[in-house]
């Protein structure tokens, strides 16, 4: 078994990330992108992991990073180097994926608390 792992940072508060992450997962397994978010859809299938954990974790005021740890065993007997390679590629390319969908996301809704004059 190997350990893929990776973050992505975004400016959104850390609530709307952690919903916007069920949003996308569920979007990305069962391929339901409204028009204009097709391009979010990412490679996750229900059976990529065998388990993991997903952890939402402020940076300042207004900055948020999630962090994605996922066991991963290879079910390639010919090459599983090569797949746990391959595996933490697709898993990279998600995170980006999912960064963009929330940041997209966070513009649509104006998730953003308004800042206070100066």
Same mark, same amino acid.
């Given at each position: 078994?190997?350990? /893929?792992? %990776? ?12 919903? #916007? ?8 397994? +069962? %391929? ?5 978010? %097709? ?7 229900? &059976? @990529?992991?065998? !388990?993991? &954990? ?5 940076? %300042?005021?207004?900055?948020?990073? *999630?962090?994605?740890?996922?066991? +991963?065993? =290879?079910?390639?007997? !010919? @090459? =599983?180097?090569? #797949? *746990? ?5 697709? /898993?990279?390319?998600? /995170?980006?994926?999912?960064? @963009?969908?929330? *940041? ?5 809704? !104006?998730?953003? =608390?308004?800042? =206070? !004059?100066?």
């Amino acid at each position: 078994m190997a350990i /893929l792992s %990776g973050s992505v940072e975004a400016d959104v508060p850390i609530q709307f990330a952690d919903r #916007e992450w069920s949003e996308f997962l569920w979007r990305s397994l +069962y %391929g339901n992108f409204a028009k204009g978010f %097709g391009e979010y859809s990412s490679s996750i299938t229900e &059976t @990529d992991a065998d !388990s993991g &954990t997903v952890k939402f974790e402020t940076e %300042g005021e207004r900055l948020v990073r *999630v962090t994605v740890e996922v066991d +991963y065993t =290879p079910r390639s007997q !010919s @090459d =599983p180097q090569a #797949e *746990v390679r391959l595996a933490q590629t697709r /898993l990279d390319r998600d /995170l980006a994926k999912y960064r @963009d969908f929330l *940041v997209h996301r966070c513009e649509q809704e !104006s998730c953003r =608390p308004s800042q =206070p !004059s100066a």
